[in-house]
T-cell receptor, first 115, second 114 residues
Framework: GAGVSQSPSNKVTEKGKDVELRCDPI?????LYWYRQSLGQGLEFLIY????????KSGLPSDRFSAERTGGSVSTLTIQRTQQEDSAVYLC?????????????FGEGSRLTVL | GENVEQHPSTLSVQEGDSAVIKCTYS??????FPWYKQELGKRPQLIID?????GEKKDQRIAVTLNKTAKHFSLHITETQPEDSAVYFC?????????????FGAGTRLFVKA
């Protein structure tokens, strides 16, 4: 695709429900990243994938958060039993491992609101 | 663990003045230092980057400097314009078998007053 695509762009859910956020990276990009951005805050690292494996899951806030990537392409971030503090914009980014830099190309984000 | 500190959190300058944003990083294995600009409601985008084997890099009104010994790097914007107003994020990244892991600073909100 032309860019990183994320869905849904907006999600409102009730506390305690599960949510799934999807990221479709740029075609050919082998690395995929998830970040969380709370209102007016920085970019909090959650997890990244190289291919289908996740070398570093250290940023996942709790065991309610999980992510997977299949076929070296689409990734899904799942939040179980959502809490109000999970409300944030979840940004996905991809990069081409073989490129000259580690530039990240971001999607538009998925804005999650937990009521 | 890895950490990137960024200062100041907010910076207000007059149009035409210079702006400087400073970052420090903790992981000495970091070897790539990008800067991203995020305009209101938009996605972050790379504006300039520097590798660990270079001390300075310039691109028109933007320059970055890197001091590996002190683990400091800075962004300099000269002749600021209102369209430079945005949030700027520094980041430190290291390559590994799994690609680049990139850790961001907390961001600097830059206001350029016309």
């Amino acid at each position: 695709g032309a860019g990183v695509s994320q869905s849904p762009s907006n999600k409102v859910t009730e506390k305690g429900k599960d949510v799934e956020l999807r990221c479709d990276p740029i075609s050919g990009h082998t690395a995929l990243y998830w970040y969380r951005q709370s209102l007016g805050q920085g970019l909090e690292f959650l997890i990244y994938f190289q291919g289908n494996s996740a070398p570093d899951k250290s940023g996942l806030p709790s065991d309610r958060f999980s992510a997977e990537r299949t076929g070296g392409s689409v990734s899904t971030l799942t939040i179980q039993r959502t809490q109000q503090e999970d409300s944030a914009v979840y940004l996905c980014a991809s990069s081409f491992r073989g490129g000259p830099t580690g530039e990240l190309f971001f999607g538009e984000g998925s804005r999650l609101t937990v009521l | 663990g890895e950490n990137v500190e960024q200062h100041p959190s907010t910076l207000s300058v007059q149009e035409g003045d210079s702006a400087v944003i400073k970052c420090t990083y903790s992981d000495s294995a970091s070897n790539y230092f990008p800067w991203y600009k995020q305009e209101l409601g938009k996605r972050p985008q790379l504006i300039i980057d520097i590798r660990s084997n270079v001390g300075e890099k310039k691109d028109q009104r933007i320059a970055v400097t890197l001091n590996k010994t002190a683990k400091h790097f800075s962004l300099h914007i000269t002749e600021t314009q209102p369209e430079d107003s945005a949030v700027y994020f520094c980041a430190a990244s290291k390559s590994g078998t799994g690609g680049f892991k990139t850790i961001f600073g907390a961001g600097t909100r830059l206001f350029v007053k016309a």
